[in-house]
């Protein structure tokens, strides 16, 4: 309980001491987020509301929601169980667009301060390592912050146990005679995650806490170089008549955040690092080149970006 709330207390300065501040815990019902339900509401009594989304994509969410609203009812914790529909596509990504829109609108209903959710050490490394082996840049190997916002709101989402190990969570949930909810996802070893999960619990040598802290690291160097590429965007991105100029001072790295911007503002999508690396590079040994609908070239000392041409269709006779 200590440890939770002096960690509550680094990340939510302008919450923990006050009594009127709630927090809420999103709760799916595996261990982790169990154990963070059990260690809140001993360390803030009175002070936590949690929720449970139904994503509604595997038949045993619904069970899961009903157990995490039985455990929270014996506690004396409100509880909510959010059921969402999940978009066509990606579905991991289109579930955590629609789980964290569920939580935030929770959350602005329930007038509560933050919201807390249960990443800990072991999902930090995993997935600094995991994206190691994608060759993945500075965004990618980024760890989560301890404190960012709900994404598309204002709303401070917490991570207080990213000190954490899975173990020392698991425990929380055992000692308090509660049995978790198991996604067999988690043990499904077509999953990159779940590979490099099992690969480094054979990995004694590894200090998972070390990685984690070097992804923590990486995250503070991708904020500077998201606040270069701010004041970079600020002096060397003019607006032309038929779209966006820009003139590049800053190093690479900076520069490729600031192109990404350009084709975002431009087209309404970002693609991945790999085509604006690839793009910059064509602008850098002075050829035009497209990306998504538009078209860049190089000219008097910068790049200028545009949409394409739309093409006529083709007359019939």
Not at 80 to 104: F, I, K, S
Not at 285 to 290: D, E, F, L, V
Request: aromatic share 4%; net charge neutral; proline share 5%.
């Amino acid at each position: 309980m200590d440890r939770l709330r002096a960690g509550l207390s680094e990340i939510w300065p302008d919450g923990i001491d006050d009594d009127a501040a709630r927090l809420g815990i999103a709760v799916s019902g595996g261990p982790d987020s169990l154990a963070l339900l059990l260690l809140a509401h001993a360390a803030l009594p009175g002070r936590v509301e949690a929720a449970t989304v139904d994503h509604g994509l595997r038949p045993e969410s619904a069970q899961e929601a009903a157990v995490v609203a039985q455990v929270c009812a014996g506690l004396g914790i409100a509880h909510a169980t959010l059921a969402v529909e999940v978009a066509p596509g990606n579905v991991q990504a289109e579930a955590r667009a629609a789980r964290y829109a569920a939580l935030a609108g929770w959350a602005g209903e329930r007038g509560l301060a933050a919201l807390a959710t249960a990443h800990h050490a072991d999902d930090q490394a995993e997935t600094l390592l995991m994206r190691l082996n994608r060759a993945s840049g500075v965004a990618g190997l980024a760890g989560t912050r301890e404190r960012t916002t709900v994404p598309g709101g204002a709303l401070a989402l917490l991570r207080p146990v990213l000190e954490w190990r899975r173990g020392e969570l698991a425990e929380v949930v055992r000692a308090a005679g509660l049995v978790a909810a198991q996604d067999p996802s988690n043990a499904n070893d077509r999953f990159d995650r779940v590979r490099i999960r099992k690969a480094i619990a054979d990995a004694d040598w590894l200090d998972v806490r070390a990685v984690a802290r070097s992804a923590a690291h990486i995250a503070e160097a991708d904020a500077a170089l998201d606040w270069m590429a701010s004041l970079e965007w600020r002096s060397c991105v003019k607006k032309e008549p038929m779209g966006l100029k820009y003139r590049p001072q800053a190093p690479r790295a900076v520069a490729l955040r600031v192109v990404a911007r350009i084709v975002g503002e431009l087209d309404g999508e970002v693609p991945r690092g790999g085509a604006i690396a690839r793009l910059v590079d064509m602008l850098v040994s002075g050829r035009p080149a497209s990306i998504g609908n538009l078209v860049a070239r190089p000219n008097s000392g910068g790049w200028s970006f545009s949409k394409a041409p739309v093409r006529a269709a083709p007359r019939t006779r």
